[in-house]
């Protein structure tokens, strides 16, 4: 533990005034599905290693181009939601590298340059093209169990496709395949090539000669005709490195607004994958988050307070893509460096999740559920009353829910010892007044 001032230091940075939205009657706000892929895509970035934003500029040039093409609204809204999923695969794994790791080489079908390797283990060839194939399937699976169409799931499945066939195992040759397809294919391909460029003035020049290197052989040669020719408009790049790009892509709302249980169910397929990834038993996610809204509810929060704490916890995890799975499944103790990767997920959650307009304050809850009220949690050291009540009953419920669970280093515990555990952190770890509610709760819950 640092200094009183390098604590205090550490608090600064993290407390951010804008997160406070702490009005009692406060809840779950009307979302679409476009609001919510449009911020949650970051967290695929994350599990990818890519820059912030690639699934959102992904969109951005896949919305252009169909829109170029005059394409019916609603294979616009396929295209969007197309472009937005296409890495959601790599949510329920992580990434194998390619030997070697230096020079130009394709890593998701895109050449990666050596100041951007992916964040990832080193592997065969065979091992990275299993898992690009992988990814594929599963990110078609995931589109599926959130109820989007089949255009866009299979959109998803071939977004690796080459024109000429070649690419993941199984692949088709770019002319069997449906046109959302292609076009999402194109799309990432681009901003991927753009990605390996150090200045944006380059890439303005060297756009339309990187698409048209592709036709034929990588992608529909037709498109990439259209796609050289957007890369010349001044008004395309202007909107590319727009800094409001996510908010706008948001704000068209495509998929229209999600009902309550809609919500709960949208939510809970990503918690699910997000399970899988870090080794947990799948459903824990959910299980976690509808105990914590009862434990909400015991704690004297109206029912839409406790809504928003049930859709906070269901995403508590989702930074956890931002860390290498093998970290989070070590059966051994964690190096210092792997600890200190494993302490960030709370921050990028919170900064994924501040990114969703009105989950401002289930964003600070999130990132706030390792906090301790003795001033000895992660990431903020906050203490005492600094660390928010639904906080404390997300980061319970998870406690509980660990401990009840079979995990890599060790056997699940009766529930009876797992209450024990907890009343040994009542006042360090809990503030007793949410352990003694979250208690009243758990036991007729999970009879």
């Known amino acids: 533990m640092g200094s009183k001032a390098q604590i205090q230091t550490v608090k600064a940075e993290f407390l951010d005034p804008s997160l406070y939205e702490d009005s009692s009657l406060s809840g779950v706000p009307r979302l679409s599905r476009g609001t919510l892929v449009g911020a949650l895509s970051r967290a695929f970035d994350l599990a990818e290693g890519r820059k912030p934003g690639h699934a959102q500029r992904v969109a951005y040039i896949g919305v252009y181009l169909a829109s170029d093409l005059w394409l019916e609204p609603q294979r616009i809204e396929e295209v969007f939601f197309g472009c937005l999923l296409h890495d959601v695969g790599m949510a329920a794994m992580e990434p194998v590298a390619p030997p070697g790791g230096r020079g130009l080489r394709f890593w998701g079908g895109a050449r990666r340059s050596p100041e951007h390797p992916p964040r990832a283990a080193a592997g065969s060839w065979a091992e990275v093209i299993e898992s690009i194939a992988r990814h594929c399937e599963s990110g078609a699976s995931i589109a599926r169990r959130m109820g989007f169409p089949e255009t866009v799931a299979r959109a998803v499945l071939h977004h690796h496709d080459c024109w000429d066939g070649s690419g993941r195992p199984g692949a088709l040759p770019g002319s069997q395949t449906p046109l959302v397809s292609r076009i999402v294919s194109l799309a990432d391909r681009f901003e991927s090539l753009l990605d390996t460029e150090a200045s944006p003035l380059v890439v303005r020049k060297s756009g339309p000669r990187l698409v048209e290197e592709m036709a034929g052989r990588e992608v529909d040669p037709d498109l990439a005709a259209r796609m050289a020719d957007i890369a010349g408009r001044d008004d395309f790049w202007l909107g590319l490195y727009d800094n409001d790009l996510g908010a706008g892509l948001m704000a068209l709302n495509y998929g229209g607004i999600l009902a309550r249980e809609e919500l709960f169910d ?182």
């Open 266 to 447: 949208f939510l809970g397929v990503l918690a699910d994958v997000i399970d899988v990834r870090n080794a947990r038993e799948e459903g824990s996610g959910r299980r976690i988050a509808e105990l914590a809204r009862r434990v909400a509810l015991t704690c004297d929060m109206t029912e839409r307070r406790a809504d928003l704490v049930k859709v906070a916890a269901l995403l508590q995890d989702i930074g956890t893509l931002g860390v290498p799975a093998r970290y989070l499944r070590k059966p051994d103790i964690l190096s210092v460096d792997e600890m200190a990767a494993v302490q960030m997920h709370p921050v990028y959650a919170r900064d994924i999740l501040g990114e969703v307009p009105g989950l401002g304050a289930a964003a600070w809850w999130v990132g706030c559920h390792h906090e301790r009220v003795d001033g000895k949690g992660y990431p903020g050291m906050l203490e005492g009353s600094e660390v928010p009540m639904e906080a404390q009953i997300i980061g319970i419920c998870e406690a509980y829910d660990a401990l009840t669970s079979d995990r890599p280093y060790r056997r699940a515990l009766p529930r009876e010892e797992a209450f024990d555990v907890l009343r040994g952190l009542s006042g360090s770890r809990w503030d007793p007044y949410v352990l003694s509610r979250f208690e009243s709760v758990a036991g007729p819950f999970e009879a």
